[in-house]
């Protein structure tokens, strides 16, 4: 479902340019699980921005589900990433002055959802995830572990084919890391795909297929 | 996205960061509630001077002796002190088929006694036309009577505050009373009219024309009252008046004619200005509390870039977040102008009370006009941090700049 060919991507650190990707080429079929890794400043956060449409390269091609992403305007770039793709962040990101349902709620109600079939969708995630009775709870009042399964459930909750996941378990201990990995393999075996970019080789060690990436190259890309 | 959910997102937003939406908010309204009571302040002075200057009479011309305009240039050719108003000048003006009643007026001031009891007060010589063409109101007796101004009579009209000093709660019809040396029987005394062009009329004795000139000792008039035949009358009077003077004062025309209308507009004129002017400044504020909204959704924004980034991520077009954050700038200012008229309404309800003589109202433009500047200042203010918000990059917003 990902296609990616000559993709380059260039920042500029004061005087110097920083070459984040550089003549990168990637494949990745439908349903995969993948852990990206490599030291830092090796272009995997970058690889997932762009991946994720966040962040436009500077040359290649991007075709996400047959759809040409590069030349696609920013308003339908945008809807691409509202309708394929689930973001996860190591610091969950979650809208302190909202409820869990709330959150969870939000990309429908950015998409325009009847409020009646968002509730619906809602409680059906959190049923799933095992969140009902935190639902009217505020971020500060759920534990690490379970803030970063609500922000699953918010990236998944408009049912995408991508699941991008920087870092999930950077902010939590071993037994709320574990929680939220299992949840997001729950979800790759429903189907999804899931890319988790990790520096945690026992995170890693769980997927079923590696890529290694150096200086902006995909150094190593084996299956497991 | 649905435009209760974005009212619903943005209350949120503003009802969390309490102070600082409270600081916005107290800005906003006190410019909005300024504008509105500086307005309704204006709008009352106004109306209170026209009001006053429409119940001096109706159609009422006022002739002054001596020209009060200075031509510019030369030196006047003719001139010197000016003659004096007499009563036959006043019989003449009578004549004029645009002018309808003539009131010659003498006054004076002079101490009015009863037993013992003394009062200074003002006296006022004229005819019987001085009711209808002063629009005076009588509250017991009869005015003065008609018929030739040149005669004297001992007869008086005094006014309420008077007849309560000399004669408490007992009545004063038929009773003799002292101004000067010379007795005057109280024919009628008026109802109380308060003030009118400077002069308390609870506290004067009006008195014949002729009386008052052998009291004073004077033949000149002080003013000579018209009422003229009709509102489109009013500017043939006038001519008339100079005309009639000019001939009967060989050819100098050392009269002024004031015409209420021309008093009227004239103030109501000033007034206006002056509403506009103060409400103009009041609405300086206004554009300080558009000021500092800005001010404070920057700051807001840039501590909420993680949150906009969120919202990008999740794909929220740009336009969306544009629009979220004009709808906050949006909501501030409505909520502001809401509170500022309510502030308003109330304090003009409580200066009403303490001062019921002066007409205070809330002209309905004033409250639109506020409340749509407060939108547009709100709106124009918030579009540099709305733009700034939805152009951040969504990567460098997430990873706290």
């Known amino acids: 479902m990902i296609r990616v060919q000559s993709l380059n991507r260039t920042f500029k650190v004061g005087d110097e340019a920083v070459h984040a990707l550089r003549e990168l080429n990637l494949d990745i079929d439908s349903g995969e699980y993948i852990a990206i890794m490599g030291p830092s400043g090796s272009g995997k956060s970058t690889l997932l921005n762009v991946l994720g449409l966040l962040d436009r390269p500077d040359s290649g091609k991007y075709l996400l589900d047959g759809i040409d992403t590069v030349t696609l305007p920013e308003d339908n770039r945008a809807a691409v990433r509202r309708t394929h793709i689930g973001f996860v962040f190591q610091s969950f990101h979650l809208i302190p002055r909202l409820t869990a349902a709330e959150n969870i709620a939000l990309p429908m109600m950015l998409a325009g959802t009847d409020p009646g079939l968002r509730r619906k969708r809602v409680q059906a995630i959190l049923e799933s995830l095992g969140l009902e009775d935190r639902a009217h709870h505020r971020p500060d009042q759920l534990s690490g572990g379970q803030r970063q399964r609500v922000a699953i459930a918010r990236a998944t909750v408009m049912e995408p084919t991508l699941l991008l996941a920087d870092e999930p378990t950077g902010n939590l201990d071993i037994h709320s890391g574990e929680e939220v990995m299992t949840t997001l393999e729950a979800l790759n075996k429903g189907g999804i795909t899931l890319l988790v970019v990790t520096h945690d080789p026992d995170i890693a060690a769980r997927a079923r297929r590696h890529i290694h990436m150096v200086d902006g190259a995909v150094v190593e890309d084996r299956k497991t | ?401």
Do not use: C
């Open chain 2, 1 to 401: 996205m649905r435009f209760d959910d974005i009212l619903t997102f943005t209350g949120k937003t503003l009802s969390s960061a309490r102070k600082r939406t409270w600081l916005m908010l107290l800005a906003m309204s006190i410019g909005v509630g300024s504008v509105v009571i500086l307005t309704a302040l204006g709008e009352g002075a106004r109306r209170y001077v026209t009001k006053e200057f429409s119940n001096l009479g109706t159609h009422l011309l006022i002739v002054l002796p001596g020209r009060v305009e200075t031509s510019g240039g030369h030196p006047p050719l003719i001139g010197g002190t000016p003659r004096d108003l007499t009563l036959n000048d006043a019989m003449a003006l009578g004549r004029s088929s645009s002018i309808r009643l003539v009131a010659p007026v003498i006054l004076g001031s002079a101490p009015v006694s009863y037993r013992q009891l003394e009062r200074d007060i003002t006296v006022l010589g004229s005819t019987a036309e001085l009711l209808p063409v002063r629009k005076l109101e009588l509250g017991q007796g009869r005015f003065l009577p008609a018929g030739d101004p040149s005669r004297e009579s001992a007869v008086t009209v005094i006014g309420n505050k008077l007849k309560k000093e000399l004669f408490g709660g007992k009545s004063a019809l038929g009773k003799w009373v002292r101004i000067h040396d010379r007795r005057f029987r109280i024919i009628g005394v008026l109802k109380p009219l308060g003030q009118s062009l400077g002069m308390d009329l609870g506290d004067v004795a009006i008195v014949p024309v002729a009386s008052a000139q052998s009291l004073f000792d004077t033949q000149t008039l002080f003013r000579i009252l018209i009422q003229a035949n009709g509102r489109e009358a009013i500017p043939r009077a006038e001519k008339s008046v100079i005309e009639i003077i000019r001939e009967r004062h060989d050819g100098d025309e050392d009269v002024t004619v004031v015409t209420q209308n021309a008093l009227l507009s004239t103030f109501d004129g000033i007034f206006r200005s002056l509403t506009y002017a103060v409400a103009g400044i009041a609405a300086v504020s206004l554009g300080v509390a558009g000021i500092l909204i800005m001010n404070v959704m920057l700051v807001s924004i840039s501590q909420r870039t993680a949150e906009i980034g969120l919202l990008k991520a999740l794909g929220s077009p740009s336009g969306q977040i544009l629009r979220l954050f004009l709808v906050e700038a949006g909501m501030l200012s409505a909520a502001g102008a809401f509170i500022g008229i309510l502030i308003a309404l109330a304090g003009v309800w409580a200066l009403d009370r303490a001062f019921p003589a002066f007409p205070l109202s809330v002209p309905v433009w004033a409250l639109a006009a506020a409340v749509a500047v407060a939108l547009f200042t709100g709106l124009l203010f918030g579009v540099l941090p709305a733009r700034r918000a939805a152009e951040l990059d969504p990567v460098q917003a997430l990873s706290g700049k």
